[in-house]
């Protein structure tokens, strides 16, 4: 073995234990922060964690102090750990980040003025709810940066679906319409995408921001002159149906969340399968990826590299603006100007958190999305921290987690990078 090789080997595994121990010495302040302020501030009260939707039933009691004490104890073990081992860099991140959460909530429940109980199922539910856009947004980023196509544009993919599934949903009188009109509508916004990136080779970056802008001006312009001067023949598509599944919806915790849903929860979860699957397991997904590493050795086989990136980046808009029509309905019965609020830029996030894998997006989607759910749990306790500053929790921690807990990561080699065939 050449010294040029060992190097390599020995390279990987010195920057892991960097990175460990950078975020676990960022962890052990937490730990700190957490078991000295929290614990100082926590009340007498006990923080309950009732296990169903709702604060009556089964659960769990944690003194208020003695909860914030301990557990902000638990994340400051964890990062101490990190320093000392330099390993396990995910377990011990996700106990320290846990052990503040707590922390921080048995400090929250136990001085609030309202109520002292978290229903976990509720939680759960709501999470999973606020996470259903970033799945589909992040879904459709992995699809187009694994063919090598760098996607800003999710922002206005999302609000494109949004807009497109409100419209035709109202004007057809049928939520399935809507749902197809939000798809193609996703998908008209990645064609121009598409074309500038990939045949005018436009910077990827550059044409993604001016489509965000684009979508935000047209919708708000379409909103004005059409829906808003007769909102019940424009912009009245009404709430798709749930439909909970039998004794699996009555599971504590988990059921209210994965299976009392709709076509945008469990088509979400459809689509992290099928997508993983497909990249992983088939033909199609060899060839996405050897596009979006090596588009010139791809090509020199007889992959149709531009031909294939075109469809890969209309797919993703397709996906993207299907999880749009989340916002216009589902979450609301209507459109509004700029509804989707910088959802886009999370799910971008999700994806590089998820290093473009449709499972990692999943599970960074669902980070997020709790952020969001816990953000409205605070309001709804009256918590003391200010309304602002809970309102920037999910934005603080994408972040945080870009920033702070990727670290380093690796895009597909050709990301990016325009394909010019000799």
Known sequence: MTTSTMDVELAVPEAYWTRTRKTGAVMVVLGLLATIVFGALAGSENARFALGETVDGAGFDIPGTFGAIFFGLVALAAGVAMLVTGRYFGVLTGVALMGFIISALCWQMSVSPVSHTMPLGFIAAATFTAAIPLIFGSLGGVLCERSGVVNVAIEGQLLTGAFFGALFGTLTGNFWLGLVAAAVGGAL?????????????????????????????????????????????????????????????????????????????????????????????????????????HPAAADTVGIRVLGLRYANVLLAGLVAGFGGAYFSMLSTTGFSKYMVSGAGFIALAAMIFGRWHPVGAFFASLFFGFFGALTGFLNSISSPIPSQFLSMLPYLATIFAVAGLVGRVRAPAADGKPYVKG
């Open 189 to 293: 916004l990645s064609a121009i995408l598409a074309v500038f990136a990939i045949k005018y080779l436009v910077d990827q970056v550059v044409v993604g921001i001016v489509l965000n802008v684009f979508a935000g001006g047209l919708t708000a312009f379409f909103y004005e002159q059409v829906m808003r001067p007769d909102t019940d023949a424009y912009n009245f598509p009404g709430k798709v149906p749930s439909w909970p599944v039998p004794v699996l919806s009555e599971i504590p915790i988990i059921g209210p969340a994965l299976f009392n849903g709709n076509i945008f929860s469990y088509g979400s979860l459809i689509a992290v399968v099928v997508i993983t699957i497909a990249l992983f397991r088939t033909r199609w997904g060899l060839r996405t990826r050897a596009v979006g590493e």
